[in-house]
């Protein structure tokens, strides 16, 4: 018995393999620039609603896609480097100077440049 556990090895797992940014982003959620999602500028079709609200001939905020960019990578809303809402197409531009991309509501978003 003694030779048998001698002979066994420890298998120590290395660190996770390094993933890729995705592309497309989904359309809802918090995302780190770097190992989230990488730089570029990404298109979106709009809103992920099956079907929109309007009041008086406006969409609720709740039928719309929108999205936000932040200077650091938290969700703090004092740090939104930019932000759009639409039930229609949009574009999002992650520069070098945003640290997070928040997104809710909208069709993935593409990476075109």
Same mark, same amino acid.
């Given at each position: ?32 620039? /770097? ?6 500028? @990404?298109? +979106?079709? =709009? ?5 929109? *609200?309007?009041? &008086?001939?406006?969409?609720?905020? /709740? ?6 960019? @932040?200077? +650091?990578? =938290? ?5 939104? *480097?930019?932000? &759009? ?29």
């Amino acid at each position: 018995m003694a030779g048998l556990v001698a002979g066994l090895t420890a298998v120590v797992p290395g660190p996770p393999a390094h993933a890729q940014p995705m592309d497309p982003i989904p359309g809802e959620g918090f995302f780190v620039v /770097g190992p989230d999602v990488g730089l570029g500028l @990404y298109r +979106t079709d =709009g809103t992920a609603s099956a079907f929109g *609200v309007w009041i &008086n001939d406006v969409p609720t905020q /709740g039928s719309m896609c929108v999205w936000f960019t @932040y200077s +650091t990578p =938290g969700p703090d809303k004092d740090h939104v *480097v930019a932000t &759009n809402m639409s039930i229609g197409p949009m574009y999002a531009n992650i520069n070098p100077t945003v640290k997070a991309f928040e997104t809710h509501n909208c069709q993935p978003w593409v990476r075109v440049t």
